[in-house]
């Protein structure tokens, strides 16, 4: 069974840095590319980033272009999500997902399956 | 990028068809096929329930089927029942190289 473990969500201040971690199992992880999605309290879900099953292609979404780093270990089937800048508009949960379709994060794949997903809230 | 436009709330009772529809550009549902939709009851990570428009994943109900036609995706949900109720949302792939969700529709059962 697949099985997507956020950790690492917490409360911090506006502008600092928090890092987000996702270990993977019941898969080959090294096989597909990974996605981060946030979702604010009560509110929709919005793609964050996503990266190749190499590392070696990235995408982010303008929101947070340059403030935020995806990165993944696949001899530790972990991904990352290093955030730095924060901001209030960032507070969210923010979900794992694993590409549904392969390698490559983008082309117009889906997520499947997500993360129970770990809450960030910034707030001074 | 802005959200696709989606219905903020339908309801049926049970038995019935449910359509959410959910609207776009060019420049994402009208021009890519892989559109996708998730399903989130309260309080639990999404589900997908439709990919590639209208291919349902191993386990989802074939009460659960897709269409699209030009920059507006619709899923329908035949025979609704009350495990049904939840929160569903489209995405679709855009032109920027990024991916772009629905505002969401909150489905309920009467």
């Given amino acids: 069974e697949v099985q997507l473990v956020e950790s690492g969500g917490g409360l911090v201040q506006p502008g600092r840095s928090l890092r987000l971690s996702c270990a993977a199992s019941g898969f080959s992880f090294d096989d597909y590319a990974m996605h981060w999605v946030r979702q604010p309290p009560g509110k929709g879900l919005e793609w964050v980033s996503g990266i190749s099953w190499n590392g ?69 | 990028q802005s959200a696709l436009t989606q219905p903020p709330s339908v309801s049926g009772s049970p038995g019935q068809s449910v359509t959410i529809s959910c609207t776009g550009t060019s420049n994402d549902v009208g021009t890519y096929n892989r559109v996708s939709w998730y399903q989130q ?55 920027s190289s990024t991916y772009v969700f629905g505002t969401g529709t909150k489905v309920t059962v009467l």
């Fill in chain 1, 56 to 124: 070696g292609s990235i995408g982010y979404a303008d929101s947070v272009k340059g403030r935020f780093t995806i990165s993944r270990d696949n001899a530790r089937n972990s991904l990352y999500l290093q955030m730095n800048s924060l901001r209030a508009e960032d507070t969210a949960l923010y979900y794992c997902a694993k590409d549904g379709y392969g390698g490559s994060w983008y082309g117009g794949n889906w997520f499947d399956p997500w993360g129970q997903g770990t809450l960030v809230t910034v707030s001074s």
């Fill in chain 2, 41 to 95: 009851p309260p309080g639990t990570a999404p589900k997908l329930v439709l990919y590639e428009v209208s291919n349902r994943p191993s386990g989802v109900p074939d009460r659960f089927s897709g269409s699209k036609s030009g920059n507006t995706a619709s899923l329908t949900i035949s025979g609704l029942q009350a495990e049904d109720e939840a929160d569903y949302y489209c995405s679709s792939y855009t032109s």
